[in-house]
């Protein structure tokens, strides 16, 4: 699967690797995942410098309205992100629906920089959700 990522509670981290070709639905399900791993407010170092995003106009706009409904839900954790130097326009719109949310946001060429940048900051409060 072209992204992968992983959860660390204990260091309140996520890290995304997304290779090759991204389309929709592996990024909703990334989304998804964090949602189900309560790590939305978790700090993120998403590194795409190898991807190439798949995604149809529609597609992207359904992206920002899953992403708008999960950053009104929760706090979102600050991001580092390392994207490819292609596809600027379906990243320049994924980029503005990732800086909607309330959230430090920096764009990185170097992974290490990225990750040092993001570990000084402090992960988001978390929110409290009672099922019943």
Do not use: C
């Given at each position: 699967?072209?992204v992968?990522?992983?959860?660390?509670?204990?260091r309140?981290l996520v890290?995304?690797?997304?290779?090759?070709?991204?389309?929709?639905?592996?990024?909703?399900?990334?989304?998804?995942?964090?949602?189900?791993?309560?790590?939305?407010?978790?700090?993120?170092?998403?590194?795409?410098?190898r991807?190439?995003?798949r995604m149809?106009?529609?597609?992207?706009?359904?992206l920002?309205?899953?992403?708008r409904v999960?950053?009104e839900?929760?706090?979102?954790?600050?991001?580092?992100?390392?994207?490819?130097?292609?596809?600027?326009?379906i990243?320049?719109?994924l980029?503005?629906?990732?800086?909607?949310?309330?959230?430090?946001?920096?764009?990185?060429?170097?992974?290490?920089?990225?990750?040092?940048?993001?570990?000084a900051?402090?992960?988001?409060?978390?929110?409290?959700?009672f099922?019943?």
């Open positions: 699967m072209p992968q990522w992983t959860i660390e509670p204990d309140d890290t995304v690797v997304a290779e090759g070709e991204v389309t929709y639905s592996q990024l909703v399900a990334m989304i998804d995942g964090l949602r189900a791993g309560d790590a939305h407010g978790y700090r993120k170092l998403y590194d795409g410098a991807s190439l995003m149809t106009p529609e597609e992207v706009l359904m920002g309205a899953h992403m999960e950053h839900r929760t706090p979102m954790g600050p991001m580092a992100a390392i994207l490819p130097e292609v596809d600027a326009e990243l320049a719109r980029l503005g629906m990732v800086a909607l949310a309330d959230r430090p946001l920096r764009i990185f060429v170097n992974r290490e920089r990225a990750l040092k940048w993001l570990l900051l402090p992960s988001a409060p978390r929110s409290l959700e099922v019943g």
